[in-house]
């Protein structure tokens, strides 16, 4: 990309002022139709002051296909391109892949697992990656593949998420900006404020390893209620948990720049 | 806590403990899924903190809180999920 296209296209897309992405985020907005528009006012407004919406999972309540139908509506029709991955509640009806076709069908929703999406914003490549994640634990106090099947299974789901994530990533090496988004914490500094013995169902260090070895610029996560915002990476990258009660506004809102000049 | 002291709750009926327990499992299974409730006790009350989607979930956990804590001291913070636009973004480095 020349830097003379790159500098039309700035002028030519929506609300970006010099090389910055407005990424607004929100997790667990636990939606269900006795819900329905309580964000809707809020996303109507995002067109003014972000490009972009990510959905850190825990969309629904209970993950079944009528809940499914609120958050579509919830997101339908928005000025900014929507990008989620399902939360542990959106697979509790057991129909994860249904919850996501109605996202995509009725919401224009781009639903990740193990995938990614690029959306140019003011000349730049703005890359997402996603998958829900799942839970494991934290280097030096997780669980293993050893031992009972049932233990092996949980781990071994744990690695192969991280994994998906991991070639996500790889996808957007060419980007401008790259953003891991998850349901589940790729570290503990996020949940703090959480009781310690419940950590290793809320994350998983598998998944920081697969966001620092992908270089991402900013991690983005849910699930964890009661944790604090802000924290890093071992690999230095920023991960923020947007959880809906943690964020107490119907979004988050983060400006990123580029390091330097890159393209898809 | 020892063999002398039962702890909240404990006269007469389940000891406070499978109580707050018994309350989680029937929240996370009930309307609103909810997982997230944070009881803790302190001396001989019970504390119960949580941030609810709607008005109708916070009456409904609040009126689960009060039936299965029935005859404890109980403190709940039981706040509204503010759905407002932040008026301002972080700037990430
Ligand atoms: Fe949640
Ligand atoms: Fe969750």
């Known amino acids: 990309m020349t830097g003379g296209a790159a500098?039309?296209?700035?002028?030519?897309?929506r609300g970006v002022s010099?090389?910055?992405?407005?990424?607004?985020?929100?997790?667990?907005?636990?939606?269900?139709?006795?819900?329905?528009?309580?964000?809707?006012?809020?996303?109507?407004?995002?067109?003014?002051?972000?490009?972009?919406?990510?959905?850190?999972?825990?969309?629904?309540?209970?993950?079944?296909?009528?809940?499914?139908?609120?958050?579509?509506?919830?997101?339908?029709g928005l000025d900014v391109p929507v990008i989620a991955v399902l939360g542990n509640h959106d697979h509790h009806d057991g129909c994860p892949d249904q919850v996501a076709d109605v996202l995509r069908e009725e919401g224009a929703v781009t639903v990740l697992e193990?995938?990614?999406?690029?959306?140019?914003?003011?000349?730049?490549?703005?890359?997402?990656?996603?998958?829900?994640?799942?839970?494991?634990?934290?280097?030096?106090?997780?669980?293993?593949?050893?031992?009972?099947?049932?233990?092996?299974?949980?781990?071994?789901?744990?690695?192969?998420?991280?994994?998906?994530?991991?070639?996500?990533?790889?996808?957007?090496?060419?980007?401008?900006?790259?953003?891991?988004?998850?349901?589940?914490?790729?570290?503990?500094?996020?949940?703090?404020?959480?009781?310690?013995?419940?950590?290793?169902f809320l994350g998983s260090y598998l998944l920081a390893e697969a966001v620092d070895e992908g270089r991402a610029d900013l991690a983005v996560h849910g699930h964890a209620h009661a944790g604090t915002e802000h924290g890093l990476t071992a690999g230095g990258v920023p991960v923020r948990n947007v959880a809906q009660p943690v964020v107490r506004h119907a979004f988050a809102l983060y400006e990123l720049h580029p390091a330097e000049a890159a393209g898809c | 806590m020892n063999t002398a002291d039962?702890?909240?709750?404990a006269a007469g009926s389940r000891p406070a403990e499978y109580r707050a327990a018994r309350l989680q499992e029937r929240l996370a299974a009930g309307p609103y899924a909810e997982l997230a409730l944070r009881i803790e006790f302190r001396g001989d009350a019970v504390l119960v903190r949580a941030v609810a989607g709607s008005p109708a979930c916070r009456s409904y956990?609040?009126?689960?809180?009060?039936?299965?804590?029935?005859?404890?001291?109980?403190?709940?913070?039981?706040?509204?999920?503010?759905?407002?636009?932040?008026?301002?973004p972080e700037a990430v480095q």
Request: glycine share 14%; proline share 5%; hydrophobic share 45%.
């Open chain 2, 61 to 88: 956990l609040l009126d689960a809180v009060a039936e299965e804590f029935t005859g404890l001291r109980v403190h709940t913070d039981i706040a509204l999920a503010d759905t407002g636009v932040p008026d301002h």
């Open chain 1, 18 to 76: 010099g090389r910055t992405a407005r990424i607004a985020a929100i997790g667990d907005i636990h939606l269900a139709p006795d819900a329905a528009g309580r964000y809707r006012p809020a996303f109507q407004r995002l067109g003014g002051v972000a490009d972009l919406l990510l959905l850190a999972g825990d969309l629904t309540r209970h993950g079944t296909v009528a809940e499914a139908r609120t958050v579509a509506a919830e997101v339908a």
């Open chain 1, 7 to 13: 500098a039309d296209r700035a002028v030519a897309d």
């Open chain 2, 6 to 9: 039962p702890g909240p709750g």
């Open chain 1, 114 to 200: 193990g995938s990614s999406a690029v959306v140019p914003v003011g000349g730049m490549q703005v890359g997402v990656a996603g998958t829900k994640g799942f839970g494991g634990g934290f280097a030096g106090r997780c669980g293993s593949e050893f031992g009972e099947d049932e233990m092996k299974a949980f781990v071994r789901y744990s690695r192969s998420l991280a994994d998906g994530l991991r070639t996500a990533l790889a996808e957007l090496a060419g980007c401008d900006l790259r953003i891991a988004l998850t349901h589940f914490s790729p570290v503990p500094d996020t949940l703090a404020g959480e009781p310690l013995e419940i950590y290793p």
